[in-house]
Protein backbone atom coordinates (compact mmCIF):
# COMPACT_ATOMS: atom_id res chain seq x y z
CA UNK A 1 0.00 0.00 0.00
CA UNK A 2 3.20 2.44 0.84
CA UNK A 3 4.81 1.41 -2.27
CA UNK A 4 1.45 1.96 -4.14
CA UNK A 5 1.55 5.53 -2.94
CA UNK A 6 4.88 6.47 -3.24
CA UNK A 7 4.70 5.26 -7.05
CA UNK A 8 1.09 7.36 -7.30
CA UNK A 9 3.12 10.52 -5.97
CA UNK A 10 6.02 9.80 -8.38
CA UNK A 11 3.72 10.12 -11.29
CA UNK A 12 2.05 13.05 -10.17
CA UNK A 13 5.06 14.57 -10.11
CA UNK A 14 6.08 14.13 -13.93
CA UNK A 15 2.61 15.21 -14.68
CA UNK A 16 3.05 18.03 -12.69
CA UNK A 17 5.89 19.21 -14.86
CA UNK A 18 4.44 19.37 -18.07
CA UNK A 19 4.97 22.44 -19.77
CA UNK A 20 3.55 23.89 -23.01
CA UNK A 21 5.23 27.35 -24.15
CA UNK A 22 3.30 29.19 -26.39
CA UNK A 23 3.60 32.68 -28.85
CA UNK A 24 1.92 34.59 -26.10
CA UNK A 25 0.83 37.49 -28.17
CA UNK A 26 -1.06 34.90 -30.28
CA UNK A 27 -1.38 33.29 -34.01
CA UNK A 28 -2.92 34.35 -36.82
CA UNK A 29 -5.62 32.61 -38.45
CA UNK A 30 -3.95 30.65 -42.10
CA UNK A 31 -0.91 30.64 -40.44
CA UNK A 32 1.14 27.96 -39.23
CA UNK A 33 0.75 27.59 -35.48
CA UNK A 34 2.65 25.21 -33.23
CA UNK A 35 3.79 24.97 -29.08
CA UNK A 36 6.42 23.23 -27.41
CA UNK A 37 5.96 20.71 -24.83
CA UNK A 38 7.97 19.14 -22.54
CA UNK A 39 7.93 16.26 -20.08
CA UNK A 40 4.28 15.57 -21.32
CA UNK A 41 2.78 12.39 -22.44
CA UNK A 42 -0.39 12.09 -23.89
CA UNK A 43 -3.10 13.63 -26.88
CA UNK A 44 -2.59 17.18 -26.55
CA UNK A 45 -7.04 18.76 -25.99
CA UNK A 46 -7.11 22.32 -26.62
CA UNK A 47 -10.46 23.76 -25.40
CA UNK A 48 -12.26 26.80 -25.58
CA UNK A 49 -13.51 29.45 -22.52
CA UNK A 50 -16.69 26.80 -22.06
CA UNK A 51 -14.72 23.86 -21.92
CA UNK A 52 -15.75 22.25 -25.44
CA UNK A 53 -12.67 20.39 -26.86
CA UNK A 54 -12.18 22.39 -30.29
CA UNK A 55 -9.05 20.50 -31.46
CA UNK A 56 -7.46 16.90 -30.68
CA UNK A 57 -3.50 17.07 -31.15
CA UNK A 58 -0.86 14.00 -31.27
CA UNK A 59 1.95 15.81 -30.44
CA UNK A 60 5.07 14.88 -32.07
CA UNK A 61 7.92 12.34 -31.31
CA UNK A 62 10.34 14.29 -28.53
CA UNK A 63 13.86 15.57 -29.74
CA UNK A 64 16.31 16.80 -27.75
CA UNK A 65 17.47 20.75 -28.16
CA UNK A 66 20.74 20.97 -27.00
CA UNK A 67 20.42 25.04 -26.87
CA UNK A 68 18.44 23.94 -23.39
CA UNK A 69 19.19 20.13 -22.64
CA UNK A 70 15.45 19.32 -22.65
CA UNK A 71 13.80 16.98 -25.07
CA UNK A 72 10.88 18.73 -26.37
CA UNK A 73 7.38 17.35 -28.23
CA UNK A 74 6.02 19.81 -30.79
CA UNK A 75 2.05 20.63 -31.79
CA UNK A 76 0.69 21.61 -34.59
CA UNK A 77 -2.65 22.90 -34.46
CA UNK A 78 -2.80 24.74 -37.72
CA UNK A 79 -5.89 23.19 -38.19
CA UNK A 80 -7.54 25.54 -35.67
CA UNK A 81 -8.05 28.83 -36.98
CA UNK A 82 -11.30 30.37 -35.13
CA UNK A 83 -10.35 33.47 -33.49
CA UNK A 84 -10.35 33.31 -29.57
CA UNK A 85 -8.50 32.26 -26.28
CA UNK A 86 -7.98 28.53 -25.54
CA UNK A 87 -6.63 26.42 -22.91
CA UNK A 88 -4.30 23.47 -23.57
CA UNK A 89 -5.10 20.09 -21.56
CA UNK A 90 -2.64 17.15 -21.18
CA UNK A 91 -4.14 14.38 -19.74
CA UNK A 92 -6.73 15.83 -18.24
CA UNK A 93 -3.96 18.43 -16.80
CA UNK A 94 -4.64 22.47 -17.87
CA UNK A 95 -1.36 23.97 -18.81
CA UNK A 96 -2.23 27.14 -20.37
CA UNK A 97 -5.23 29.37 -20.30
CA UNK A 98 -3.81 32.16 -22.70
CA UNK A 99 -3.87 30.81 -26.16
CA UNK A 100 -5.13 33.08 -28.42
CA UNK A 101 -5.65 32.92 -31.94
CA UNK A 102 -6.19 36.58 -33.45
CA UNK A 103 -6.67 38.95 -36.54
CA UNK A 104 -4.10 41.45 -37.08
CA UNK A 105 -2.18 39.57 -34.64
CA UNK A 106 1.00 41.62 -34.77
CA UNK A 107 0.24 45.21 -34.88
CA UNK A 108 0.43 46.33 -31.78
CA UNK A 109 3.70 44.57 -31.41
CA UNK A 110 4.91 46.44 -34.41
CA UNK A 111 3.97 49.69 -33.94
CA UNK A 112 5.39 49.49 -29.95
CA UNK A 113 8.56 48.40 -31.84
CA UNK A 114 8.89 50.91 -34.18
CA UNK A 115 7.59 53.58 -31.74
CA UNK A 116 10.42 52.75 -29.00
CA UNK A 117 12.74 54.46 -31.51
CA UNK A 118 10.64 57.74 -30.31
CA UNK A 119 11.71 57.24 -26.98
CA UNK A 120 15.43 56.48 -27.73
CA UNK A 121 15.19 60.51 -29.24
CA UNK A 122 18.04 62.77 -28.04
CA UNK A 123 17.78 66.29 -28.23
CA UNK A 124 14.10 66.67 -27.85
CA UNK A 125 11.71 66.27 -24.92
CA UNK A 126 9.11 63.72 -24.85
CA UNK A 127 5.52 65.14 -24.27
CA UNK A 128 2.89 63.37 -22.52
CA UNK A 129 0.50 63.95 -25.95
CA UNK A 130 2.89 61.20 -27.30
CA UNK A 131 5.09 59.32 -24.46
CA UNK A 132 2.00 59.04 -21.69
CA UNK A 133 3.81 58.28 -18.73
CA UNK A 134 7.44 57.95 -20.02
CA UNK A 135 7.31 61.62 -20.90
CA UNK A 136 10.48 63.31 -20.24
CA UNK A 137 12.85 66.10 -20.45
CA UNK A 138 14.71 66.66 -23.54
CA UNK A 139 18.58 65.48 -23.19
CA UNK A 140 21.85 66.15 -25.20
CA UNK A 141 20.33 69.62 -26.50
CA UNK A 142 24.00 71.02 -26.62
CA UNK A 143 23.99 72.08 -30.55
CA UNK A 144 27.73 71.84 -30.48
CA UNK A 145 30.29 69.20 -29.91
CA UNK A 146 33.95 68.96 -29.44
CA UNK A 147 35.91 66.97 -31.84
CA UNK A 148 38.17 64.16 -30.07
CA UNK A 149 41.75 64.12 -30.82
CA UNK A 150 41.28 60.53 -32.25
CA UNK A 151 39.38 62.68 -35.20
CA UNK A 152 42.91 63.79 -36.38
CA UNK A 153 41.13 67.12 -35.97
CA UNK A 154 40.34 70.11 -34.22
CA UNK A 155 37.43 72.54 -33.27
CA UNK A 156 34.05 71.48 -33.18
CA UNK A 157 30.81 70.78 -35.14
CA UNK A 158 27.02 71.18 -34.81
CA UNK A 159 25.10 67.32 -34.35
CA UNK A 160 21.99 66.95 -32.79
CA UNK A 161 18.80 64.54 -32.80
CA UNK A 162 19.84 60.56 -33.42
CA UNK A 163 18.61 58.14 -31.13
CA UNK A 164 20.43 56.78 -27.94
CA UNK A 165 21.83 53.08 -29.13
CA UNK A 166 21.25 51.11 -26.39
CA UNK A 167 20.80 51.05 -22.47
CA UNK A 168 23.14 54.03 -22.45
CA UNK A 169 23.15 57.75 -24.41
CA UNK A 170 25.85 57.39 -26.77
CA UNK A 171 25.17 57.68 -30.60
CA UNK A 172 27.10 55.30 -33.09
CA UNK A 173 27.27 55.44 -36.69
CA UNK A 174 28.02 51.66 -37.21
CA UNK A 175 25.46 50.57 -35.13
CA UNK A 176 22.74 52.74 -36.56
CA UNK A 177 23.88 51.71 -39.92
CA UNK A 178 22.65 48.28 -39.82
CA UNK A 179 19.38 49.48 -37.50
CA UNK A 180 18.64 52.23 -39.99
CA UNK A 181 19.09 50.25 -43.28
CA UNK A 182 16.59 47.52 -41.86
CA UNK A 183 13.56 50.22 -41.02
CA UNK A 184 14.56 51.73 -44.87
CA UNK A 185 14.10 48.10 -45.90
CA UNK A 186 10.69 47.26 -43.65
CA UNK A 187 9.44 50.27 -45.50
CA UNK A 188 10.87 50.09 -48.83
CA UNK A 189 9.30 46.45 -49.20
CA UNK A 190 5.88 47.39 -48.00
CA UNK A 191 5.31 51.29 -48.89
CA UNK A 192 1.61 50.74 -49.53
CA UNK A 193 0.85 49.53 -45.93
CA UNK A 194 3.11 51.80 -43.95
CA UNK A 195 1.79 54.76 -45.82
CA UNK A 196 -1.02 54.41 -43.45
CA UNK A 197 0.13 53.40 -40.17
CA UNK A 198 0.35 55.20 -37.81
CA UNK A 199 1.70 55.22 -34.01
CA UNK A 200 1.42 58.62 -32.24
CA UNK A 201 4.51 60.05 -32.78
CA UNK A 202 5.50 63.86 -34.22
CA UNK A 203 4.45 64.18 -37.28
CA UNK A 204 7.20 65.77 -39.71
CA UNK A 205 5.45 67.63 -42.23
CA UNK A 206 3.25 64.70 -45.13
CA UNK A 207 6.10 61.67 -44.39
CA UNK A 208 4.40 58.54 -42.78
CA UNK A 209 5.15 57.85 -39.53
CA UNK A 210 8.12 55.04 -40.31
CA UNK A 211 9.96 57.32 -42.31
CA UNK A 212 9.30 60.27 -39.95
CA UNK A 213 11.21 58.13 -36.98
CA UNK A 214 13.84 57.16 -39.66
CA UNK A 215 14.05 60.63 -40.76
CA UNK A 216 15.32 61.62 -36.74
CA UNK A 217 18.15 59.34 -36.96
CA UNK A 218 19.25 60.35 -40.59
CA UNK A 219 19.53 64.04 -39.74
CA UNK A 220 21.74 63.26 -36.98
CA UNK A 221 23.82 60.93 -39.24
CA UNK A 222 24.34 63.62 -42.11
CA UNK A 223 26.05 66.04 -39.20
CA UNK A 224 28.28 63.17 -38.74
CA UNK A 225 30.05 63.76 -41.81
CA UNK A 226 33.27 65.31 -42.18
CA UNK A 227 34.22 67.64 -44.74
CA UNK A 228 36.83 65.29 -46.64
CA UNK A 229 33.53 62.87 -46.79
CA UNK A 230 34.81 60.47 -43.92
CA UNK A 231 32.53 60.02 -41.16
CA UNK A 232 33.14 60.19 -37.68
CA UNK A 233 32.74 57.10 -35.62
CA UNK A 234 30.68 58.11 -32.62
CA UNK A 235 29.06 61.00 -30.75
CA UNK A 236 29.62 59.73 -26.83
CA UNK A 237 30.97 61.01 -23.67
CA UNK A 238 34.17 59.49 -22.53
CA UNK A 239 32.54 56.80 -20.26
CA UNK A 240 29.39 55.44 -19.66
CA UNK A 241 26.32 57.59 -17.52
CA UNK A 242 25.39 56.15 -14.45
CA UNK A 243 21.51 55.33 -14.00
CA UNK A 244 19.87 58.63 -14.79
CA UNK A 245 17.67 60.05 -16.88
CA UNK A 246 18.96 61.78 -20.42
CA UNK A 247 18.92 65.27 -19.25
CA UNK A 248 21.03 64.76 -16.24
CA UNK A 249 23.84 63.07 -17.98
CA UNK A 250 25.22 66.19 -18.33
CA UNK A 251 29.16 64.93 -18.96
CA UNK A 252 30.56 66.50 -21.96
CA UNK A 253 29.65 64.64 -24.93
CA UNK A 254 32.58 64.32 -28.15
CA UNK A 255 32.56 63.21 -31.65
CA UNK A 256 35.04 60.69 -31.86
CA UNK A 257 37.21 58.79 -34.42
CA UNK A 258 36.71 58.49 -38.13
CA UNK A 259 37.14 55.28 -40.09
CA UNK A 260 36.54 52.54 -43.06
CA UNK A 261 33.63 50.44 -41.48
CA UNK A 262 31.58 53.87 -40.18
CA UNK A 263 31.84 56.31 -43.60
CA UNK A 264 31.06 52.51 -45.96
CA UNK A 265 27.82 52.05 -43.60
CA UNK A 266 27.07 55.88 -44.03
CA UNK A 267 27.09 55.36 -47.63
CA UNK A 268 25.05 52.58 -47.81
CA UNK A 269 22.53 53.78 -45.55
CA UNK A 270 22.17 57.59 -47.65
CA UNK A 271 21.87 55.28 -50.54
CA UNK A 272 18.79 53.55 -49.66
CA UNK A 273 17.89 56.46 -48.47
CA UNK A 274 18.16 58.67 -51.21
CA UNK A 275 15.42 56.84 -52.93
CA UNK A 276 13.32 55.83 -50.47
CA UNK A 277 12.80 59.61 -49.51
CA UNK A 278 12.93 61.06 -53.40
CA UNK A 279 9.19 60.92 -53.68
CA UNK A 280 8.19 63.08 -50.55
CA UNK A 281 11.40 65.59 -50.26
CA UNK A 282 13.73 65.11 -53.47
CA UNK A 283 15.55 68.28 -52.43
CA UNK A 284 16.42 65.86 -49.24
CA UNK A 285 16.90 62.71 -51.28
CA UNK A 286 19.38 64.61 -52.99
CA UNK A 287 21.62 65.52 -49.81
CA UNK A 288 21.63 62.10 -49.07
CA UNK A 289 22.84 60.56 -52.20
CA UNK A 290 25.88 63.38 -52.42
CA UNK A 291 26.40 62.41 -48.79
CA UNK A 292 26.63 58.34 -50.04
CA UNK A 293 29.05 59.09 -52.60
CA UNK A 294 31.27 61.53 -50.89
CA UNK A 295 31.51 58.73 -48.32
CA UNK A 296 32.33 55.89 -50.53
CA UNK A 297 34.93 58.32 -52.40
CA UNK A 298 36.53 58.30 -49.08
CA UNK A 299 36.11 54.77 -47.91
CA UNK A 300 37.70 53.51 -51.47
CA UNK A 301 40.25 56.22 -50.74
CA UNK A 302 40.74 54.86 -47.06
CA UNK A 303 40.01 50.91 -47.17
CA UNK A 304 41.92 50.13 -44.04
CA UNK A 305 41.36 52.64 -41.40
CA UNK A 306 39.77 50.45 -38.65
CA UNK A 307 38.09 52.21 -35.34
CA UNK A 308 39.48 50.58 -31.85
CA UNK A 309 38.32 53.29 -28.81
CA UNK A 310 41.53 55.47 -28.16
CA UNK A 311 43.01 55.84 -24.56
CA UNK A 312 40.56 57.06 -22.32
CA UNK A 313 37.28 56.38 -24.14
CA UNK A 314 35.36 53.46 -22.67
CA UNK A 315 31.96 53.69 -24.22
CA UNK A 316 30.77 51.08 -26.68
CA UNK A 317 33.55 50.50 -29.41
CA UNK A 318 31.86 48.76 -32.30
CA UNK A 319 35.48 47.88 -33.63
CA UNK A 320 35.74 45.66 -36.47
CA UNK A 321 39.06 44.64 -38.23
CA UNK A 322 37.18 43.47 -41.11
CA UNK A 323 35.90 46.38 -43.68
CA UNK A 324 35.03 44.01 -47.28
CA UNK A 325 31.27 43.70 -45.56
CA UNK A 326 30.84 47.40 -45.17
CA UNK A 327 31.86 48.04 -48.58
CA UNK A 328 30.11 45.31 -50.33
CA UNK A 329 27.30 46.66 -48.44
CA UNK A 330 28.02 50.32 -49.63
CA UNK A 331 28.52 49.46 -53.27
CA UNK A 332 25.07 47.42 -53.77
CA UNK A 333 22.78 50.19 -52.45
CA UNK A 334 24.59 53.18 -54.82
CA UNK A 335 24.61 50.52 -57.83
CA UNK A 336 20.83 49.99 -57.10
CA UNK A 337 20.14 53.61 -56.50
CA UNK A 338 22.37 55.11 -59.27
CA UNK A 339 23.05 52.31 -61.91
CA UNK A 340 26.24 53.57 -61.84
CA UNK A 341 28.19 50.36 -63.01
CA UNK A 342 31.37 51.49 -61.36
CA UNK A 343 30.01 50.93 -58.08
CA UNK A 344 28.28 47.04 -59.26
CA UNK A 345 29.94 44.11 -56.99
CA UNK A 346 30.77 40.68 -57.69
CA UNK A 347 30.51 39.29 -54.54
CA UNK A 348 28.01 38.31 -52.41
CA UNK A 349 27.77 37.64 -48.69
CA UNK A 350 26.40 34.17 -46.63
CA UNK A 351 26.34 35.01 -43.82
CA UNK A 352 23.28 36.44 -41.39
CA UNK A 353 23.74 40.38 -40.77
CA UNK A 354 25.14 41.90 -37.53
CA UNK A 355 26.27 45.10 -36.96
CA UNK A 356 30.00 43.58 -37.18
CA UNK A 357 29.14 41.47 -41.03
CA UNK A 358 26.96 43.42 -42.85
CA UNK A 359 27.67 41.60 -46.15
CA UNK A 360 24.24 40.11 -45.35
CA UNK A 361 22.65 43.03 -46.56
CA UNK A 362 24.55 43.06 -49.75
CA UNK A 363 22.71 39.74 -50.51
CA UNK A 364 19.59 41.30 -49.82
CA UNK A 365 19.85 44.38 -51.96
CA UNK A 366 21.07 41.83 -54.86
CA UNK A 367 18.27 39.66 -54.73
CA UNK A 368 15.67 42.06 -54.29
CA UNK A 369 17.02 44.06 -57.08
CA UNK A 370 17.71 40.62 -59.26
CA UNK A 371 17.57 41.77 -62.75
CA UNK A 372 20.58 44.79 -62.45
CA UNK A 373 22.61 42.38 -61.17
CA UNK A 374 22.89 39.42 -63.80
CA UNK A 375 25.18 36.88 -62.88
CA UNK A 376 25.66 38.12 -59.21
CA UNK A 377 22.04 37.72 -58.24
CA UNK A 378 22.25 34.31 -58.56
CA UNK A 379 25.41 33.94 -56.59
CA UNK A 380 23.40 36.03 -53.99
CA UNK A 381 20.35 33.92 -54.09
CA UNK A 382 22.31 30.37 -53.52
CA UNK A 383 24.34 31.47 -50.76
CA UNK A 384 20.92 32.63 -49.10
CA UNK A 385 19.09 30.01 -49.70
CA UNK A 386 21.24 27.53 -49.18
CA UNK A 387 21.45 28.84 -45.26
CA UNK A 388 17.95 29.33 -45.47
CA UNK A 389 17.46 25.60 -45.90
CA UNK A 390 19.44 25.22 -42.56
CA UNK A 391 17.13 27.19 -40.70
CA UNK A 392 14.12 25.43 -42.20
CA UNK A 393 15.62 21.78 -41.24
CA UNK A 394 16.26 23.08 -37.80
CA UNK A 395 12.50 24.12 -37.16
CA UNK A 396 11.68 20.82 -37.21
CA UNK A 397 12.95 19.71 -34.23
CA UNK A 398 13.93 21.31 -30.70
CA UNK A 399 11.84 24.20 -30.08
CA UNK A 400 11.02 24.75 -33.32
CA UNK A 401 12.96 27.72 -34.05
CA UNK A 402 15.93 28.12 -36.49
CA UNK A 403 18.79 29.15 -33.24
CA UNK A 404 21.70 26.76 -33.26
CA UNK A 405 23.41 26.56 -29.80
CA UNK A 406 26.63 28.12 -31.09
CA UNK A 407 23.99 31.10 -31.82
CA UNK A 408 23.55 32.06 -28.19
CA UNK A 409 25.69 35.03 -28.05
CA UNK A 410 25.56 38.66 -26.98
CA UNK A 411 22.11 39.86 -28.70
CA UNK A 412 21.23 36.40 -29.29
CA UNK A 413 17.57 37.71 -29.74
CA UNK A 414 18.95 39.46 -32.31
CA UNK A 415 20.62 36.85 -33.78
CA UNK A 416 17.01 35.05 -34.30
CA UNK A 417 15.46 38.01 -35.45
CA UNK A 418 17.79 38.44 -38.45
CA UNK A 419 17.43 34.90 -39.12
CA UNK A 420 14.14 35.49 -39.32
CA UNK A 421 14.49 38.35 -41.83
CA UNK A 422 17.08 36.45 -43.81
CA UNK A 423 14.36 33.57 -44.35
CA UNK A 424 11.72 35.98 -45.18
CA UNK A 425 14.10 37.45 -48.18
CA UNK A 426 14.19 33.86 -48.89
CA UNK A 427 10.33 33.55 -48.84
CA UNK A 428 9.94 36.51 -51.34
CA UNK A 429 12.05 35.33 -54.20
CA UNK A 430 10.88 31.86 -53.92
CA UNK A 431 7.63 32.17 -53.01
CA UNK A 432 7.79 29.13 -50.88
CA UNK A 433 6.17 28.58 -48.14
CA UNK A 434 8.54 26.66 -45.72
CA UNK A 435 10.63 29.72 -45.82
CA UNK A 436 7.72 31.68 -44.29
CA UNK A 437 6.94 29.75 -42.06
CA UNK A 438 10.15 29.07 -40.09
CA UNK A 439 10.40 33.36 -40.10
CA UNK A 440 7.05 32.59 -38.23
CA UNK A 441 8.62 30.20 -36.05
CA UNK A 442 10.94 32.89 -35.29
CA UNK A 443 8.27 35.54 -33.99
CA UNK A 444 6.90 32.72 -31.80
CA UNK A 445 10.20 32.02 -30.32
CA UNK A 446 10.75 35.92 -29.73
CA UNK A 447 7.12 35.98 -28.05
CA UNK A 448 7.22 33.46 -25.52
CA UNK A 449 7.66 29.42 -26.91
CA UNK A 450 11.53 29.53 -25.87
CA UNK A 451 12.62 27.37 -22.68
CA UNK A 452 12.10 30.61 -20.96
CA UNK A 453 8.43 30.34 -21.35
CA UNK A 454 8.87 34.71 -21.69
CA UNK A 455 8.18 37.33 -24.35
CA UNK A 456 11.44 38.94 -24.85
CA UNK A 457 9.52 42.16 -25.64
CA UNK A 458 8.51 44.75 -22.97
CA UNK A 459 4.53 44.71 -22.53
CA UNK A 460 3.09 42.42 -24.45
CA UNK A 461 3.04 38.93 -23.48
CA UNK A 462 1.96 37.01 -20.22
CA UNK A 463 5.52 37.14 -18.88
CA UNK A 464 7.53 40.35 -19.85
CA UNK A 465 10.94 41.64 -19.05
CA UNK A 466 10.34 43.88 -16.03
CA UNK A 467 13.60 45.24 -15.44
CA UNK A 468 15.75 45.72 -18.82
CA UNK A 469 19.18 47.09 -18.79
CA UNK A 470 17.67 50.54 -19.86
CA UNK A 471 18.74 53.78 -18.02
CA UNK A 472 15.13 56.13 -18.57
CA UNK A 473 13.13 52.80 -18.03
CA UNK A 474 15.26 52.38 -14.53
CA UNK A 475 15.46 56.03 -13.70
CA UNK A 476 11.96 57.05 -14.31
CA UNK A 477 10.52 55.84 -11.40
CA UNK A 478 7.97 53.87 -13.36
CA UNK A 479 7.22 50.54 -12.62
CA UNK A 480 6.48 49.57 -16.35
CA UNK A 481 9.45 49.52 -18.51
CA UNK A 482 8.56 51.33 -22.00
CA UNK A 483 7.37 49.13 -23.91
CA UNK A 484 8.10 47.40 -27.33
CA UNK A 485 12.28 46.89 -26.05
CA UNK A 486 13.38 43.61 -27.60
CA UNK A 487 15.17 42.54 -24.38
CA UNK A 488 19.08 40.65 -25.80
CA UNK A 489 18.54 37.41 -24.65
CA UNK A 490 19.96 34.23 -23.12
CA UNK A 491 23.52 33.56 -23.69
CA UNK A 492 26.21 31.76 -21.46
CA UNK A 493 29.10 34.30 -21.97
CA UNK A 494 28.43 36.01 -17.69
CA UNK A 495 30.11 39.20 -19.01
CA UNK A 496 28.13 41.04 -16.29
CA UNK A 497 28.30 38.79 -13.68
CA UNK A 498 30.94 39.75 -10.63
CA UNK A 499 31.00 41.13 -7.00
CA UNK A 500 30.79 44.84 -7.59
CA UNK A 501 27.34 46.00 -6.53
CA UNK A 502 26.74 47.24 -9.79
CA UNK A 503 27.18 43.61 -11.43
CA UNK A 504 25.07 40.46 -11.49
CA UNK A 505 25.45 37.43 -9.29
CA UNK A 506 25.83 34.14 -11.29
CA UNK A 507 22.57 33.76 -13.21
CA UNK A 508 24.25 30.83 -15.53
CA UNK A 509 22.38 27.77 -15.93
CA UNK A 510 24.71 25.52 -17.84
CA UNK A 511 22.10 25.60 -21.06
CA UNK A 512 23.23 28.39 -23.16
CA UNK A 513 19.14 28.95 -23.69
CA UNK A 514 18.17 29.68 -20.10
CA UNK A 515 21.12 31.54 -19.12
CA UNK A 516 19.09 34.67 -18.38
CA UNK A 517 17.84 37.35 -15.42
CA UNK A 518 15.71 39.51 -15.27
CA UNK A 519 17.63 42.29 -14.01
CA UNK A 520 19.33 45.55 -14.91
CA UNK A 521 22.43 44.53 -14.01
CA UNK A 522 22.50 42.12 -16.75
CA UNK A 523 23.62 44.38 -20.17
CA UNK A 524 25.11 41.20 -21.28
CA UNK A 525 21.44 39.50 -21.14
CA UNK A 526 18.74 42.09 -20.51
CA UNK A 527 20.03 45.49 -22.43
CA UNK A 528 17.96 46.86 -25.15
CA UNK A 529 19.36 47.97 -28.67
CA UNK A 530 18.51 49.86 -31.42
CA UNK A 531 19.54 47.16 -34.06
CA UNK A 532 18.07 44.46 -32.06
CA UNK A 533 14.80 46.01 -32.16
CA UNK A 534 14.86 46.38 -35.83
CA UNK A 535 15.05 43.26 -36.96
CA UNK A 536 11.91 42.45 -34.97
CA UNK A 537 10.90 45.12 -36.36
CA UNK A 538 11.15 44.07 -39.72
CA UNK A 539 10.14 40.65 -38.53
CA UNK A 540 6.76 41.34 -37.64
CA UNK A 541 5.69 44.00 -39.64
CA UNK A 542 6.20 42.08 -42.50
CA UNK A 543 4.37 39.33 -41.50
CA UNK A 544 1.45 41.52 -40.46
CA UNK A 545 1.79 43.68 -43.85
CA UNK A 546 1.31 40.32 -45.85
CA UNK A 547 -1.28 38.90 -43.72
CA UNK A 548 -3.28 42.15 -45.12
CA UNK A 549 -2.46 41.56 -48.24
CA UNK A 550 0.61 43.43 -49.02
CA UNK A 551 2.98 41.95 -51.75
CA UNK A 552 6.41 42.85 -51.17
CA UNK A 553 7.62 45.09 -53.29
CA UNK A 554 11.02 43.53 -54.34
CA UNK A 555 12.38 42.23 -57.81
CA UNK A 556 9.71 40.17 -58.94
CA UNK A 557 6.91 42.79 -58.48
CA UNK A 558 9.01 45.58 -59.82
CA UNK A 559 8.97 44.24 -63.05
CA UNK A 560 5.68 43.53 -63.14
CA UNK A 561 4.53 46.92 -62.11
CA UNK A 562 6.87 48.49 -65.10
CA UNK A 563 4.86 46.39 -67.53
CA UNK A 564 1.56 48.98 -67.94
CA UNK A 565 3.96 51.87 -68.36
CA UNK A 566 5.17 50.73 -72.08
CA UNK A 567 2.92 52.27 -74.70
CA UNK A 568 1.05 49.03 -75.88
CA UNK A 569 -2.17 48.98 -74.23
CA UNK A 570 -2.48 45.62 -72.08
CA UNK A 571 -5.96 44.00 -71.91
CA UNK A 572 -6.34 43.77 -67.51
CA UNK A 573 -7.78 40.53 -67.49
CA UNK A 574 -4.81 39.19 -69.42
CA UNK A 575 -2.22 41.30 -67.94
CA UNK A 576 -0.14 39.49 -65.30
CA UNK A 577 -0.90 39.82 -61.53
CA UNK A 578 0.77 39.01 -58.60
CA UNK A 579 -0.96 36.81 -56.01
CA UNK A 580 -0.56 35.83 -52.58
CA UNK A 581 -2.64 32.48 -50.87
CA UNK A 582 -1.72 30.30 -48.33
CA UNK A 583 1.56 32.13 -47.24
CA UNK A 584 2.52 31.92 -51.02
CA UNK A 585 3.62 34.36 -53.67
CA UNK A 586 2.87 33.41 -57.47
CA UNK A 587 1.99 35.16 -60.63
CA UNK A 588 -0.82 34.58 -62.25
CA UNK A 589 -2.07 35.71 -65.52
CA UNK A 590 -4.80 34.13 -67.98
CA UNK A 591 -6.20 31.79 -65.57
CA UNK A 592 -2.75 29.88 -64.95
CA UNK A 593 -0.25 30.21 -62.26
CA UNK A 594 3.60 30.35 -62.45
CA UNK A 595 6.40 31.20 -59.40
CA UNK A 596 8.39 33.92 -59.24
CA UNK A 597 10.90 31.90 -61.62
CA UNK A 598 8.55 31.61 -64.54
CA UNK A 599 7.74 28.28 -63.60
CA UNK A 600 4.26 26.95 -64.53
CA UNK A 601 2.68 25.32 -61.33
CA UNK A 602 -1.37 25.16 -61.80
Same mark, same amino acid.
Given at each position: ?5 ? /? ?30 ? &? ?35 ? &? ?82 ? !? ?66 ? &? ?20 ? !? ?15 ? /? ?51 ? &? ?43 ? $? ?121 ? $? ?59 ? $? ?15 ? !? ?36
Amino acid at each position: MLKFGI /AMLSLATVASAATAYINQVGYRPGDIKEFALT &DANGTVEITDASGTAVLTVTPSAASNWSASGQNVQLV &DFSDLNTPGTYKIKVGGQELRQDLKIAANTYVDVVKASLKWYYYQRASMALDETYAGQWKRAAGHTNASSQLHNSTGESGSINS !TKGWYDAGDYGRYIVNSGITTYTLLSLYEHFPNYFNTLRWNIPADGTLPDLLAEIKWNLDWMLTMQAS &DGGVYHKLTSLGFPGDVMPAQD !TDPIYVIGKGTAATFDF /AGVMAVAARVYKPFDATYASKCLEAAKKAYAWGAQNPNKAYHNPTGVQTGEYG &DNWLEDEKLFASTELFVTTGDATYKPNDASGNIPSWADVGGLATY $GIVTHAPEFGNVAQAAKDSLLKVADVFVARAQTGFGVVMAKNDFVWGSNAVAANQGVWLLHAYYITGEKKYYQAAVKVLDYLLGKNPLDMSFLTGYGTKTPMKPHHRPSTSDKITDPIPGMLV $GGPQPGGEDIGSETWECKDYRTGNAATSYIDNNCSYATNEVAINWNAPFAYLAGAIEAMSN $GFIPAVAGVASIEKRPL !TSRKVNAEAAPRLRFANQKLFVEKNGKRFNLNGHRIK
